[in-house]
């Protein structure tokens, strides 16, 4: 499991190597994200600007909602 993470933590580094932000610092402010959890699907909460920097920084789409498993 620690060689995972390791290899998860060194790919991220690399990731945002001259975007100004570190895996460390990512994952603190991403740890903070909240959600509602519903029987059909979740909701994240709104970002804010800082998530949505880290998000355009790794160019991934912030999902509006994700459907609960076998919920399809």
Same mark, same amino acid.
């Given at each position: 499991?620690?060689?995972?993470?390791? *290899?998860?933590? +060194?790919?991220?580094?690399?990731?945002? $190597?001259? !975007?100004?932000?570190?895996? /460390?610092?990512?994952?603190?402010?991403?740890?903070?994200?909240?959600?509602?959890?519903?029987? *059909?699907?979740? +909701?994240?909460?709104?970002?804010?600007? $800082?998530? !949505?920097?880290?998000?355009? /920084?790794?160019?991934?789409?912030?999902?509006?909602?994700?459907?609960?498993?076998?919920?399809?």
């Amino acid at each position: 499991m620690s060689f995972l993470v390791s *290899v998860v933590y +060194l790919s991220f580094n690399r990731l945002l $190597k001259n !975007s100004g932000f570190s895996a /460390e610092g990512v994952f603190l402010v991403l740890s903070n994200q909240k959600c509602r959890v519903f029987d *059909v699907c979740v +909701l994240p909460k709104a970002l804010t600007k $800082k998530m !949505s920097e880290i998000y355009k /920084e790794l160019q991934l789409k912030f999902p509006t909602s994700i459907p609960t498993c076998g919920n399809n």
